[in-house]
């Protein structure tokens, strides 16, 4: 008799195990489900400090009414927002206008896609020798990034300025410093610097003119609209972007990502924050 008992006892507790297993599964299971539902609610996009990161801040609250939170990564250089983006660590960055996008698409074969338009920000050349362009000494030295996107903006403010041209049939927004045909004041270019450092290159006075990315300079405390030098107009070609990988283009979170940005709410938030000097763009 008691073996029997003995034999029921070590039966029910074996029973009681395989449920208790059972139950711990399903949990888990559930875990899993709720933890990957809660995943793609996160919208991970990278950027740069200024204005990209601070203008995706005001859009945070908008796309949380959506059921997405919106997760901003800063970088302070290009290369690695590209990078991460193709690498999956990221599900969009801005920070890039269309031209450097462009370029590093095709450099890098990125199967990537522009989500959409978004601002443009004007570059500038700034000094801490000249008040005014027309003190421009001849042999003066222009330093600009290394960033070869950038070289034909640099070239067309120039070129506006009546400081040089360019050889005939040359596209501008390719141009390189190779392309200058007229030179009259026989500037001196220096095109080997990384962007993030150029406004450490102006600030340490190492050139009559430094040509300083928006972002950049917004970081420093420069506004292009009152401390440059020259800026270039506002038919500028190189609207920053959202950019993410082409399958994800048409995604429900990218498209709710994009219509934030482009909202009126958001777009006169930028007028005001940066006194014009960022412009917004719908397309």
């Known amino acids: 008799m008691k073996k029997k008992l003995f034999g029921l006892a070590a039966l029910a507790v074996v029973t ?19 933890g990957s539902e809660k995943e793609s609610s996160v919208l991970k996009v990278g950027a740069s400090a200024s ?18 939170d919106l997760e901003i990564v800063q970088f302070d250089d290009y290369i690695l927002p590209n990078k991460n983006l193709a690498e999956g660590d990221i599900d969009a960055n801005y920070f890039q206008h269309i031209p450097y996008f462009n370029l590093q698409v ?24 000249i008040k005014d362009i027309k003190e421009l000494k001849d042999g003066a ?8 996107s950038d070289w034909g903006r640099i070239i067309t403010i120039l070129q506006d300025a009546d400081l040089v041209t360019v050889k005939k049939g040359v596209d501008l927004e390719t ?46 405390g420069l506004n292009p609209l009152k401390d440059s030098i020259l800026l270039e107009k506002d038919n500028s070609p190189y609207v920053n972007i959202v950019a993410v990988r082409s399958e994800d283009k048409d995604s429900d979170k990218i498209k709710k990502l994009i219509d934030a940005l482009h909202s009126k709410e958001i777009q006169d938030w930028i007028l005001e924050k ?10």
């Open 175 to 220: 141009a390189t410093f190779e392309d200058i045909d007229k030179n009259p004041k026989n500037l001196k270019f220096i095109h080997n610097i990384n962007p993030e450092v150029l406004t450490t290159t102006y600030n340490n006075d190492e050139a009559d003119l430094v040509a300083i990315n928006a972002n950049f300079a917004y970081g420093a």
């Open 51 to 68: 204005p990209h990161a601070e203008i995706l801040e005001q859009v945070k609250p908008i796309l949380k009414k959506e059921g997405i």
């Open 16 to 34: 009681f195990g395989l449920v208790a297993c059972g139950g711990a599964k399903d949990k888990t299971d559930d875990s899993k489900s709720a």
């Open 106 to 129: 095709k450099e890098n074969n990125y199967d990537f896609a522009n989500a959409g338009g978004i601002h443009i920000e004007p570059m500038g050349l700034y000094s801490k020798r």
């Open 141 to 148: 030295t222009i330093i600009t990034s290394n960033s070869e």
């Open 274 to 283: 940066w006194d014009g000097s960022v412009k917004p763009v719908d397309k």
